[in-house]
Structures are given as C-alpha cells and as structure tokens.
C-alpha cells in the first residue's frame, strides 16, 4: 500500500499515477482483505505439512502425521472457521476505513454487467462460492497425496 502510495504522488506519468490509483481502490476492498485472510489461514493449516514434504529425510510417518492433521484442521476450518473469518475480516476492513458489504444484497460481479440480475446474495457467495471452494479445493487435494 505504501509503494502504490508513493506511486500515485511521485509518478512521472498521469498513466502511471491512473494505474497505481487503481490497484489501490482494488487493494482496498473487501474482497481483497477476505481472500488474503482466507488464503493466511489455509497456508498456515497446510505450512507444517509442507515443510515435512521438503525433508530429505523423507520420514514417512511424520508426513502422514502432519497430513491427517492439515486435513482434520481444513476439516474443522470448513466446518467453524466462517464466522471467525468473518470477524477478522470485518474488523480489519473498519479499522482501515474499507467498506464492508451488506451480506443480505445481491452479490454483483465487478467484471459483470450490473444490469443483469445477480445469481446469489453477497453470504453466498463468499460463504459458498469462494471460501467452501477453496478449503474444499484444498481437502480434495490433500485426498490424492
């Protein structure tokens, strides 16, 4: 944020200013703030299990180990973590000054038309679309290894 800031104030172009102006309103969203919170808490479930994988020792048993305990950690993240998610979510958008959907109205895709009607509530689709898909994303790939 502070780079993108010093951009728009010392760039030497009105391009180069437009285009840092706009990747900072797109930094400072909702959406942003929530898949970067999302992301941090899966990498971290997942970070133990990594490091075990990139051992040249290869033991076995600890990467089983930290395997099952990634997947019931997802498991559990899939099953209670929305509402915690949320509140960091919602807390860090309000100490930054960044908006904070109504969850109750209709989600509207920025890359879609606005006049089309919108398939699914913002809840929805951050509750369903994005955070389920993900952690699921993660559980099924986790299956196969």
């Known amino acids: ?20 102006r706009g990747y900072l309103r797109t930094c400072q969203t909702f959406e942003v703030a929530f ?8 990498l971290e479930i997942t970070n133990e299990l990594n490091k075990s994988l990139l051992k040249k020792e290869h033991d076995i048993a600890n990467a089983i180990l930290f395997l099952e305990i990634a997947k019931t950690m997802l498991q559990k993240l899939r099953d209670n ?4 998610l949320i509140d960091k979510v919602s807390a860090f958008c309000i100490k930054y000054d960044i908006l ?3 969850f109750d109205e209709p989600y ?25 898909k993900i952690v699921d994303w993660h559980l099924q790939e986790l299956k196969y290894i």
């Open 1 to 20: 944020m502070d780079v993108l800031d010093a951009i728009v104030v010392d760039a030497h172009s009105i391009d180069e200013r437009a285009k840092a």
């Open 35 to 42: 898949m970067l919170y999302l992301m941090r808490d899966v």
């Open 81 to 84: 973590g929305w509402e915690s």
């Open 100 to 102: 904070v959907p109504n």
């Open 108 to 132: 509207v895709d920025s890359g879609r038309s606005r006049c089309k009607p919108a398939d699914c509530n913002v809840l929805h689709h951050y509750r369903v679309k994005v955070f389920y």
